[in-house]
């Protein structure tokens, strides 16, 4: 049996990251979604934030999918929508947001979505679109902190969803360092684990005591 030198341990590592990154984002907004639900509110959350975090989500999943690159490096995107689109139809309903505008926006995103995923849309234009990801997902995570801290009140933020994007975040700046390299998407996951953490603590300093 070939023993595994240390380059092909290090890539076997980014591999089992990845897988685990994955799996924790299978369920990392449903504690989310269920805390909305559950208290049929959403104080303390922000919907342009959420709306701003869809476009980087997607924006990145576009360009990971027309780049052609290891689908593990980015099967967590795809996973992440879909839960983030349920998130924010809650949000809306909880705000009263819910009506013909927000139906307008929802065509016009599954519109251009299907433009780029299909070649419609010229890849030239994504790739103009990729710088901004990091300055979008920051400016979300950074609207979510100042919704927290404005309100005081984090009753609604789920401590696990947070926890989680710290967490998957960060495996993805060893993953994408050995499997890309790409200083756009290092950048991104570099800025999103320091803001990811910085919402988890201010929801875990304001979140208030259960009452008995």
Do not use: H
């Not at 902190?145 to 609604?156: E, V």
């Amino acid at each position: 049996m070939a023993v595994l030198d240390e380059r092909g341990i290090l890539y076997v590592l980014a591999d089992l990251l990845s897988i685990v990154t994955i799996a924790s984002c299978l369920i990392s907004k449903v504690p989310q979604i269920q805390t909305v639900r559950q208290l049929q509110s959403a104080t303390g959350l922000s919907v342009n934030g959420l709306l701003m975090e869809l476009c980087s989500y997607t924006v990145t999943m576009l360009y990971n999918y027309t780049n052609g690159y290891a689908f593990l490096s980015y099967l967590e995107y795809p996973i992440l929508l879909v839960q983030e689109y349920v998130l924010i139809y809650f949000v809306l309903k909880y705000q009263s947001l819910l009506g013909q505008r927000a139906s307008m926006w929802c065509g016009i995103y599954c519109a251009v979505f299907l433009g780029f995923a299909t070649g419609l849309i010229p890849s030239s234009v994504l790739m103009m679109l990729v710088p901004f990801t990091t300055p979008v997902g920051a400016t979300s995570k950074v609207m979510q902190l100042i919704a927290i801290l404005r309100s005081k009140d984090s009753q609604s933020v789920s401590l696990i969803t947070w926890g989680i994007s710290a967490f998957t975040n960060s495996t993805r700046i060893y993953t994408i360092m050995l499997d890309s390299g790409d200083k756009m998407l290092l950048s991104n996951f570099g800025i999103s684990t320091f803001l990811s953490s910085a919402v988890f603590l201010a929801a875990w300093y304001y979140k208030k005591p259960k009452k008995d």
